[in-house]
């Protein structure tokens, strides 16, 4: 499991220093006019790769749709904007929502198929089966604290989130226990 994340931060270092090291994209600029209708023209937007002093209405509205002294009326009621992005930091912000989404994913791949085996293995099947009567549908892995405080094999950090976690199963199974209850008690 750290390989996986030692990998996928060198990759991702990786990738933003090669992003970052290139130039501008011609992508990542650009000027927008937006013109609203004029006479018998419709109205349109308008998208060109210029540089900054270049981003107006005669630059960019190409081709031009009316001619002679109508450009001037037309290119002023147009509204032409700047527009600069940066690629390399969406990039970077689409590879790390994706790394946390992927690593989200192995750990409930983890949880609903792996521990569940390696708790069998460790604990043995015999003391999995539990009794419908005594119990209700109470967690399989309700004894599972006992078992683990004695082993000294785990960490001290793991053996108190699992009692955090054995506490609030407890919890949960009371809760339940007393809401079927009073609803046995109600009809």
């Not at 983890?110 to 390696?118: A, D, F, G, N, S």
């Amino acid at each position: 499991m750290k390989s996986v994340i030692i990998l996928q931060v060198v990759s991702l270092v990786g990738f933003l220093l090669l992003t970052f090291a290139g130039a501008k994209n011609s992508e990542d600029i650009r000027c927008k006019c937006i013109c609203p209708p004029y006479r018998d023209i419709e109205g349109q937007i308008y998208k060109q790769n210029v540089s900054l002093k270049d981003c107006n209405c005669l630059h960019v509205v190409e081709p031009m749709p009316v001619d002679g002294k109508d450009v001037e009326a037309y290119c002023l009621r147009c509204e032409c904007k700047y527009e600069e992005r940066s690629s390399g930091t969406i990039k970077a912000t689409i590879i790390m929502y994706l790394s946390i989404l992927g690593l989200l994913l192995l750990y409930m791949v983890y949880l609903t198929l792996l521990e569940p085996m390696l708790k069998r293995r460790l604990f043995g099947h015999s003391q999995l089966i539990q009794n419908d009567d005594d119990v209700g549908d109470q967690q399989p892995f309700a004894n599972a604290h006992n078992v683990l405080s004695r082993s000294h094999s785990r960490p001290n950090v793991l053996n108190k989130v699992e009692h955090a976690q054995q506490r609030w199963r407890r919890q949960v199974q009371e809760q339940r226990k007393s809401v079927f209850d009073r609803h046995v008690v109600l009809s």
